[in-house]
């Protein structure tokens, strides 16, 4: 079975073919869609092309796939709202319904919805599947997901929290889970001469999504208990250039004195704060490393910020799940900013965290010392394997 992953974005649309034991065939990204300078890249390749839009797109992308027959097509859909729990098979009335959820994340759903249209229209008899953004997170429970404003709010426009990055925390989960092996007592190896259990997912972990986005979740026995983003992707921890949770008295106060419009406030929030604001000069943690190296206080500064944050949640979510058994980290700066896990599991002693400074130096995929309480991880996230495993579960079905 041959499964096509399909990732619409506003401007861009990355595609990845894979085949039923889940390797990769064909991996790109059409970049740049409505726009003078467009890009197709794919395996090792790259051209410049115009394409106008999605459909364009898809169209470019099956033509690069060639006579490879295609069995299934998965989506990422941003929000599944309270409905999706899990993926699902896209027919008329779920289609309607993602429109639908446009409202509530309206750069994502219309782009996503674009990527399923045009596969719809071009490849006729192929199952399309949505595989939303939001859905694992649908276990946290009311006390995680209500905000202590009126609730007419909540019963006329789903004011609630939904959390993102679900797909990722989802795979690094259950990876987590396999390599605390499974076994019947939290945080405890198999018992010697017994097999791993596998299916079973037992423990306590917090998953620590940290790239240019970034998020952070709960995990009981394999479900979401809570998780930082909130109704949208701006709660949370700082991130790139997101602001993560501020007083919101910030927003109307700098409103009226700067005399801001809605769309100037939404750009301060999202795309000129977090790490960038609070270095001064980089949404990247690589420049904010290299001039940490040389003891620029700015940056030095947003490090030890970056790690405060981050431990703070961590420590509210040991609360949430009364104990930890994992903490595992994944993404951009996850998979790689050995100094930022280093700093942040300083804030974690008291929990019985200690990490292996050379294992954690090198990013090895177990990065806890021996008399530590908590197992620490570095798992690199797999979006793509995770929505496919998604589709395969329901074309079986
Ligand atoms: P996204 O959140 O857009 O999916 P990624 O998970 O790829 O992105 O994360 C991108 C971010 O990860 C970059 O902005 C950068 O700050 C950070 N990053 C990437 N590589 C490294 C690295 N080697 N060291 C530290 N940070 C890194």
Redesign the pocket.
């Known amino acids: 079975m041959n499964i096509l992953i399909i990732n619409a974005g506003s401007s861009s649309l990355k595609f990845q073919l894979l085949n039923g034991k889940f390797e990769p065939l064909y991996k790109g990204i059409v970049d740049g869609i409505g726009k003078e300078k467009c890009f197709v890249k794919y395996n090792d390749k790259t051209y410049k092309k115009k394409i106008r839009n999605h459909e364009q797109a898809v169209k470019e992308a099956l033509a690069i796939i060639g006579n490879i027959k295609i069995n299934a097509i998965g989506h990422r859909v941003v929000h599944g709202g309270e409905k999706y729990k899990d993926a699902i098979l896209i027919d008329a009335r779920v289609q309607r319904e993602i429109e639908k959820l446009s409202e509530l994340a309206p750069l994502h759903n219309p782009p996503n919805l674009e990527g399923i249209k045009a596969c719809k229209k071009l490849l006729k008899d192929v199952p399309n599947i949505a595989v939303f953004d939001t859905a694992f997170h649908q276990t946290i429970p009311e006390q995680a997901y209500t905000y202590a404003i009126p609730q007419k709010y909540y019963k006329k426009y789903g004011i609630r929290r939904y959390g993102f990055h679900g797909t990722s925390h989802k795979y690094v989960a259950d990876e987590t889970y396999r390599l605390l092996g499974q076994s019947n007592r939290p945080g405890q190896p198999p018992r010697p001469g017994q097999p791993p259990r596998p299916g079973k997912k037992i423990g306590k972990i917090i998953t620590c ?6 998020s952070i979740s709960a995990v009981k026995n394999g479900n979401c208990i809570d998780t930082s983003m909130g109704f949208t992707p701006l709660e949370g921890v700082p991130m ?1 250039t997101r602001s993560g949770s501020i007083d919101p008295a910030i927003v109307y106060y700098l409103m009226e004195k700067e005399g801001l419009t809605h769309d100037e406030i939404d750009n301060i929030l999202n795309k000129k704060s977090g ?1 960038l604001a609070v270095s001064g000069f980089s ?4 420049d904010i ?1 290299v001039k940490a190296k040389k003891k620029n206080k700015h940056a030095l500064f947003t490090l030890d910020y970056m790690a405060y944050k981050i431990a703070m949640k961590i420590g509210s979510y040991a609360a949430a799940l009364d104990g930890i058994d994992a903490i595992t980290f994944t ?7 050995w100094y ?1 896990r280093r700093d942040i599991c300083k804030y974690l002693k008291h929990l019985g965290v200690r990490l292996d400074p050379q294992k954690n130096r090198k990013s090895k995929e177990r990065i806890y010392d021996k008399i530590s309480k908590v197992k620490v991880f570095v798992i690199k ?1 797999n979006e793509g394997l995770q929505i496919a495993k998604e589709v395969k579960k329901i074309i079986n079905r």
């Open positions: 999504h940290l790239g240019n986005g970034s790139g790490i949404n990247d943690l690589r490393w993404a951009g700066i996850g998979q790689n900013a930022l996230t």
